[in-house]
């Protein structure tokens, strides 16, 4: 057994992060083990999760697993778990006590939990003391040994434990089943360092790891030959990408070598404002296959609550960056995320977080009251602020946000669009759906022969979270 421990976590030295490219095997005997089985993962966290959970699935599917259609009928159920809000906490226990009652109808069936939830010290505890039932349970650092964690547990019959609490390391060569045919993620860097006072991440993911750009080009290059049409490069601050490997190369010569693989779609989550450079703004402006699209999340417009987050940015700071991109893209739209009632948050503050939506009339926003999370700074501050008013002031934003959002898009109508057609629209089975460069949903009317391209769509009507439109036909 081996438990996740918040000290250990939170620590960050000047090691040398390992680069293994050989790490992950299943051996031989293991290569069988789901043989007539099927394998479920429920992913609950962010496109870093959605992605390890393609990798779980490639690694299942290396020992034998099929993948069953619908949870109540797989042998093996996984739970990819997120630790960024009490929300998800709590989904995962309500799923938990599910599980528990299917696993008293069906005892043959195996139980696992994994993800950012794992990493945490109080969570580990809370299922051992409570949920000893459960089969496996493995952190976000040791994916690639799933295999050799199943056999264990299923030799000893009880529980096992696998979470190491380490900084990190980089896993070149763990197999992926991807979700879509025609875009794709790419982790280009692990972990953060950033420690926003109220986050958890840095302690669910380890430290700031920048995969080697060779990996990178090569995996985009494989994509490209493969048929994708979009890679979306992922990192909890890819900004900062490059900075911990010493090679002279950042985010801006990482965007300029994808954009010439000729990929016809580059995107890329999420910006830290404090990293964002001039060089990005000019390859971004300068490279058509960059998509005009950025998440710069704001979090506050108060610069007395940005100073307790830790953001390392202000409220004049921020803005002096929007209006710059805008400047250089003004195409392009810009969503973000926001938190209110952080601890001591006045309604001044808040003021300063309307005014600043107003300002940058967003293309759209996630919004979040605030939560604290076991172990973070921002958990010990002192908070006042009554619930109901943190509910008023996110009513009153999601409002604000939507009145923009509705605005931004209203601007498409009966303009014409290049989509990147994804598959049958989930609202209508005769149309289609897709997302423009900008990242606006798309519903679409057109033959189904265009799944899979990107076509010209003209808007012909538009709603606060998607657009309709129709496929210009050549
Ligand atoms: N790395 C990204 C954020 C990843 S988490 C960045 O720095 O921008 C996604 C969003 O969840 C954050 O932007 C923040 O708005 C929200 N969030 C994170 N921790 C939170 C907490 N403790 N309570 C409420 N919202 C939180
Ligand atoms: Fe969390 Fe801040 Fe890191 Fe984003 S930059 S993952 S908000 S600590
Ligand atoms: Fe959640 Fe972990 Fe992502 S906490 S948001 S799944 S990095």
Same mark, same amino acid.
């Given at each position: 057994?081996?438990?996740?421990?918040?000290?250990?976590?939170?620590?960050? *030295?000047?090691?040398?992060?390992?680069?293994?490219?050989?790490?992950?095997?299943?051996?031989?005997?293991?290569?069988?083990?789901?043989?007539?089985?099927?394998?479920?993962?429920?992913?609950?966290?962010?496109?870093?999760?959605?992605?390890?959970?393609?990798?779980?699935?490639?690694?299942?599917?290396? =020992?034998?697993?099929?993948?069953?259609?619908?949870?109540?009928?797989?042998?093996?159920?996984?739970?990819? *778990?997120?630790?960024?809000?009490?929300?998800?906490?709590?989904?995962?226990?309500?799923?938990?006590?599910?599980?528990?009652?299917?696993?008293?109808?069906?005892?043959?069936?195996?139980?696992?939990?994994?993800?950012?939830?794992?990493?945490?010290?109080?969570?580990?505890?809370?299922?051992?003391?409570?949920?000893?039932?459960?089969?496996?349970?493995?952190?976000?650092?040791?994916?690639?040994?799933?295999?050799?964690?199943?056999?264990?547990?299923?030799?000893?019959?009880?529980?096992?434990?696998?979470?190491?609490?380490?900084?990190?390391?980089?896993?070149?060569?763990?197999?992926?089943?991807?979700?879509?045919?025609?875009?794709?993620?790419?982790?280009?860097?692990?972990?953060?360092?950033?420690?926003?006072?109220?986050?958890?991440?840095?302690?669910?993911?380890?430290?700031?790891?920048?995969?080697?750009?060779?990996?990178?080009?090569?995996?985009?290059?494989?994509?490209?030959?493969?048929?994708?049409?979009?890679?979306?490069?992922?990192?909890?601050?890819?900004?900062?990408?490059?900075?911990?490997?010493?090679?002279?190369?950042?985010?801006?010569?990482?965007?300029?070598?994808?954009?010439?693989?000729?990929?016809?779609?580059?995107?890329?989550? *999420?910006?830290?404002?404090?990293?964002?450079?001039?060089?990005?703004?000019?390859?971004?402006?300068?490279?058509?296959?960059?998509?005009?699209?950025?998440?710069?999340?704001?979090?506050?417009?108060?610069?007395?609550?940005?100073?307790?987050?830790?953001?390392?940015?202000?409220?004049?700071?921020?803005?002096?960056?929007?209006?710059?991109?805008?400047?250089?893209?003004?195409?392009?739209?810009?969503?973000?995320?926001?938190?209110?009632?952080?601890?001591?948050?006045?309604?001044?503050?808040?003021?300063?977080?309307?005014?600043?939506?107003?300002?940058?009339?967003?293309?759209?926003?996630?919004?979040?009251?605030?939560?604290?999370?076991?172990?973070?700074?921002?958990?010990?501050?002192?908070?006042?602020?009554?619930?109901?008013?943190?509910?008023?002031?996110?009513?009153?934003?999601?409002?604000?946000?939507?009145?923009?959002?509705?605005?931004?898009?209203?601007?498409?109508?009966?303009?014409?669009?290049?989509?990147?057609?994804?598959?049958?629209?989930?609202?209508?089975?005769?149309?289609?759906?897709?997302?423009?460069?900008? =990242?606006?949903?798309?519903?679409?009317?057109?033959?189904?022969?265009?799944?899979?391209?990107?076509?010209?769509?003209?808007?012909?009507?538009?709603?606060?979270?998607?657009?309709?439109?129709?496929?210009?036909?050549?």
């Amino acid at each position: 057994m081996l438990k996740p421990n918040l000290k250990e976590a939170q620590k960050r *030295t000047r090691a040398e992060v390992l680069v293994k490219t050989s790490e992950y095997i299943v051996k031989e005997n293991l290569k069988e083990l789901g043989k007539g089985k099927t394998y479920f993962v429920k992913t609950y966290g962010c496109q870093m999760n959605e992605h390890d959970t393609e990798n779980i699935k490639a690694i299942l599917e290396d =020992m034998s697993f099929t993948e069953a259609s619908v949870m109540e009928e797989a042998d093996l159920i996984l739970l990819n *778990t997120c630790a960024i809000r009490e929300n998800a906490h709590n989904k995962v226990f309500g799923m938990i006590g599910r599980m528990k009652h299917m696993k008293e109808e069906r005892p043959d069936i195996m139980v696992g939990i994994c993800g950012c939830m794992a990493q945490e010290e109080v969570v580990v505890d809370e299922i051992l003391k409570k949920h000893a039932w459960i089969d496996i349970v493995f952190g976000t650092h040791n994916i690639y040994n799933l295999p050799n964690i199943l056999k264990e547990a299923i030799d000893k019959h009880s529980i096992e434990v696998e979470v190491p609490s380490i900084e990190g390391e980089i896993i070149e060569n763990i197999p992926v089943k991807r979700d879509s045919k025609y875009k794709a993620w790419v982790n280009i860097m692990y972990g953060c360092d950033k420690f926003c006072t109220y986050c958890i991440v840095p302690y669910t993911r380890g430290k700031q790891r920048s995969r080697h750009p060779e990996f990178i080009i090569q995996e985009v290059e494989n994509l490209v030959a493969d048929g994708y049409q979009e890679v979306t490069l992922l990192g909890q601050n890819v900004n900062a990408y490059g900075k911990d490997l010493n090679l002279n190369y950042n985010m801006a010569n990482l965007l300029e070598d994808v954009a010439k693989t000729g990929i016809a779609r580059v995107r890329f989550v *999420t910006s830290h404002p404090w990293d964002f450079t001039d060089h990005m703004i000019e390859i971004i402006a300068k490279y058509p296959n960059i998509m005009p699209y950025i998440h710069l999340p704001l979090q506050s417009g108060s610069s007395r609550i940005l100073k307790l987050m830790g953001r390392r940015y202000t409220k004049e700071s921020y803005l002096e960056l929007f209006h710059k991109l805008k400047e250089a893209l003004p195409y392009s739209s810009i969503t973000t995320d926001i938190i209110v009632g952080f601890p001591g948050e006045t309604e001044e503050d808040f003021k300063e977080t309307l005014d600043v939506v107003r300002t940058c009339e967003y293309d759209s926003a996630f919004t979040f009251i605030f939560s604290p999370r076991e172990g973070t700074p921002a958990s010990r501050m002192k908070d006042d602020t009554p619930i109901e008013e943190k509910e008023r002031r996110l009513q009153e934003l999601n409002q604000l946000v939507n009145e923009y959002a509705k605005k931004a898009n209203d601007a498409y109508l009966n303009r014409v669009v290049p989509v990147l057609i994804e598959g049958i629209s989930e609202k209508d089975e005769h149309k289609l759906m897709g997302y423009t460069d900008t =990242m606006k949903l798309v519903n679409v009317k057109g033959s189904k022969d265009n799944i899979g391209k990107i076509v010209d769509v003209k808007i012909t009507d538009v709603k606060t979270w998607s657009m309709d439109g129709e496929i210009m036909e050549k």
